[in-house]
């Protein structure tokens, strides 16, 4: 069974909102083995729907619609969907009644908007919405089906659990199983050169994807058919032989983190970490407390943006700062190693640069990054080379912070 996603509504097309529902109905068909060929957004206008709906129906067999099923003006999709189907609206009583009791329950008075949202398309099935007031529909074009949801998003996710996957779970025969392999410290390329042979050898059943973000790769491996033992036994096998061949990069599977992972090596060590933040302004301390228990492992973090605070309370040189700078490999080394003197923490990660947009200069210009992870005795260090936005530059040099600090650990503990 094919797929495709429809959401309506102005608001998502110019950016006011995000579409979420698109993402969380996507997941969901596919994890009762039914392909999503397409996602589409149109806006609120009647011409718009129904296109969309004739592009969705020529390579879907069943279409899922969310948005423009409210009691104002610009929620047409019903009156859309009744002209595309060629039928009349006709006044549903007890999405009325249901309605009207909602709203004496809540002390509040119907309008003649409300009215007019329990007009239906004819032929329509009645999905109930348990958390709104607007209910879904089900209709028949020929041998395929359109399923019509409100677009907000607990509602829609309301009928689909109660309703429509339930439904449609006892109508599939295919299954799609996923796993997916978390790394760092290695680009896509380099990563599918080191495993091409091993994904030559996957059966027809299985497929990789490669999704890669700032430090980090996902493995996605897919596997679809209608036997449900055998497709296990292959992910499985598969998976194992990618992570043997890759173990240095692997961090972790499915919906874990850098975060989570770094407290199970931290808990199963007994050590205790600590951070020394310039220009990552707390970020790679937050990332790490976002983890419950942390406590359990993380001593406590630094932020020292300004050079006297390096000075004063990590006890970096003046010296170094003048020599060198507070963007430079010495800097962030004594940064380590002074908020472990400070913290008593057993392993450190510092890190210092320039996040921009401003601030840079010809040796070291926007997103010249420095980082350190070690402990008294020794340590690693990193030079990252990231671009001029501010957040991304934030956000890489975090990441990178703890690939560092996960490799010191591993390589000495």
């Not at 510092?350 to 420095?370: D, L, N, Q, R, Y």
Request: proline share 4%; net charge negative.
């Amino acid at each position: 069974m094919n797929a495709a996603i429809m959401t309506v509504g102005d608001e998502i097309l110019i950016g006011q909102i995000v579409d979420t529902n698109s993402a969380w109905l996507g997941q969901k068909l596919t994890d009762l083995g039914i392909s999503v060929v397409r996602a589409l957004s149109v806006g609120d206008d009647h011409k718009m729907i129904i296109n969309g709906l004739e592009q969705c129906l020529e390579s879907a067999d069943i279409v899922f619609m969310t948005g423009g099923l409210g009691p104002t003006k610009d929620d047409i999709t019903k009156k859309a969907l009744a002209d595309f189907l060629g039928v009349g609206l006709y006044f549903h009583q007890p999405t009325f009644d249901r309605i009207k009791a909602m709203f004496e329950k809540l002390g509040r008075k119907l309008s003649d908007h409300h009215h007019d949202q329990c007009l239906m398309p004819e032929g329509a099935d009645i999905l109930r919405n348990a958390m709104g007031t607007a209910p879904g529909m089900m209709m028949k074009v020929a041998d395929k089906r359109i399923i019509s949801m409100p677009g907000v998003p607990f509602e829609m996710k309301s009928i689909m659990e109660e309703v429509v996957l339930p439904m449609l779970a006892a109508e599939s025969d295919t299954v799609i199983f996923h796993r997916t392999i978390l790394t760092c410290g290695a680009g896509e390329t380099q990563i599918e050169n080191a495993i091409a042979d091993i994904v030559g050898d996957f059966p027809p059943a299985i497929g990789i994807a490669y999704l890669p973000a700032i430090g980090q790769v996902r493995l996605r491996l897919t596997a679809k058919g209608n036997d449900k033992a055998s497709l296990r036994q292959d992910l499985d096998t598969f998976t194992k032989k990618i992570t043997d061949r890759i173990s240095d990069l692997v961090y972790g599977y499915d919906g874990s983190s850098l975060e989570a992972e770094l407290k199970n090596i931290c808990t199963a060590r007994g050590i205790f970490i600590a951070t020394a933040e310039s220009c990552t302004g707390g970020n790679v301390a937050a990332t790490i407390v976002s983890v419950p228990g942390s406590s359990a492992y993380f001593s406590g973090g630094t932020v020292a943006y300004a050079n006297d605070i390096k000075t004063k309370t990590l006890g970096v040189s003046p010296e170094t700062l003048l020599n060198y700078g507070a963007v430079s490999e010495e800097t962030v080394i004594e940064m380590a190693r002074g908020v472990i003197a400070l913290s008593g923490a057993d392993v450190s990660v510092a890190v210092s640069g320039i996040a921009g947009p401003e601030g840079g200069t010809p040796e070291k210009p926007v997103g010249t990054i420095w980082i350190c992870a070690g402990n008294t005795e020794k340590h690693i260090t990193y030079l990252l080379k990231s671009g001029k936005d501010r957040k991304l530059n934030i956000e890489a040099a975090t990441t990178y912070s703890l690939i560092l600090l996960r490799r010191f650990i591993l390589d000495n503990y």
